[in-house]
Nanobody, 124 residues
Framework: QVQLVESGGGLVQDGVSLRLSCTASGDSFSSYIVSWFRQAPGKEREFVAG????????KYADSVKGRSAISRDNAKNTVYLQVNSLKPEDTAGYYCAARNGGLIYTTPQYYIYWGQGTHVTVSS
């Protein structure tokens, strides 16, 4: 069992950067694949970025590729998502999700554990 808690969201101006954190407790977090998803009002939950347990394998959605970075600190049981040059279309609830082993899947159904989310609003 893994419990996930996101933090770092808020109201920001477009063009700035934001770093979200996902902190885990419970089972051995270092063996888990962790991904970030986001969901805007009226839209489906979509994949943003994912990272394997070793921290060396990552995957990004085209919408954030080149302006975001996912990283993890297994000693702190935390995964970070840095998003730069934020745009109003980045406004959404951001959720971290985890699964034990496998690949960095981009669909929510493959993830077992979810946090409650942190909301990001980007104003123009």
């Amino acid at each position: 069992q893994v419990q996930l808690v996101e933090s770092g969201g808020g109201l920001v101006q477009d063009g700035v950067s934001l770093r979200l954190s996902c902190t885990a407790s419970g089972d051995s977090f270092s063996s888990y694949i962790v991904s970030w998803f986001r969901q805007a009002p009226g839209k489906e939950r979509e994949f943003v970025a994912g990272i394997k347990f070793n921290g060396e394998n990552t995957k990004y959605a085209d919408s954030v590729k080149g302006r975001s970075a996912i990283s993890r600190d297994n000693a702190k049981n935390t995964v970070y998502l840095q998003v730069n040059s934020l745009k109003p279309e980045d406004t959404a609830g951001y959720y971290c999700a985890a699964r034990n082993g496998g690949l960095i899947y981009t669909t929510p159904q493959y993830y077992i554990y979810w946090g409650q989310g942190t909301h990001v609003t980007v104003s123009s």
